[in-house]
């Protein structure tokens, strides 16, 4: 969502600042949440049956193997390459092609502030404070700063949604958030851009 945006408005030396951004927040926050979901999840397991569990969890295994890929500096084979460009080109759409029938489902919201909550936290306070630790604290320089900031002013990720089916949770709450802060964003990354 940003980064073509990114790229367009600053050129292609903003897309390796959010590439990191993007790769750290996969690599740490989205693996570190799925292993403490997956522990959890397995109550009452035994500690082998819980690490079964997360070595077995398939976004796990894909971003180890990516890793590993990365690190080794491995060559893959250019077909395999195709199918995973085009497997990662559709992964977005089918994931928003769910939320929109979640979305036009009519059903009972029961807490009808959460949404948009969790939309001004991911709209306004993630990037004010990502303003203030490269701005303020880091200092770092616009061009490295303001692609940090924008990422921080994009909406709701779908992968929140992915991961609420994946694990059982309601995601009557978490799909208005996505299409609020989707909404929101407009005028978000519109600001961030503008710094």
């Keep these: 969502f940003v980064l073509p945006i990114a790229t367009t408005l600053f050129g292609e030396s903003a897309v ?11 690599l740490l926050v989205f693996s570190g949440s799925l292993i403490l979901m997956d522990v959890l999840a397995s ?5 082998s049956q819980t690490m079964r569990k997360i070595l ?10 990516g890793l590993v890929v990365g690190l080794l500096g491995m060559k893959l084979p ?23 029938i979640i979305l036009s489902q009519k059903a009972a919201v029961t807490r009808p502030m959460l949404p948009f ?6 709209l306004v306070i993630h990037p004010v404070l990502a303003l203030i630790v490269f701005g303020g604290v880091l200092q770092l320089a616009p061009e490295l700063r303001n692609p940090g900031v924008m990422v921080a002013a994009a909406p709701c990720g779908v992968m929140a949604f992915m991961l609420a089916m994946n694990y059982g949770v309601r995601v009557d709450s978490i799909s208005r958030a996505i299409l ?12 961030a851009a503008g710094l």
């Excluded at 077995?56 to 193997?65: A, E, F, H, M, V």
């Excluded at 390459?81 to 994931?95: E, H, I, K, Y």
């Excluded at 609020?180 to 600001?191: E, K, Q, R």
């Design 16 to 26: 390796t600042p959010m590439v990191a951004i993007i790769s750290m927040d996969g």
């Design 43 to 47: 109550k009452g397991a035994t500690a």
């Design 56 to 65: 077995q969890n398939p976004p796990l295994i894909g971003i180890s193997l």
């Design 78 to 100: 250019p077909g395999f390459n195709l199918f995973a460009d085009f497997l990662g080109d559709t992964a977005s759409p089918v994931l928003l092609f769910a939320l929109g």
């Design 117 to 122: 909550s969790i939309a001004g936290m991911k």
């Design 180 to 191: 609020y802060s989707s909404i929101g964003s407009l005028v978000t990354v519109t600001i």
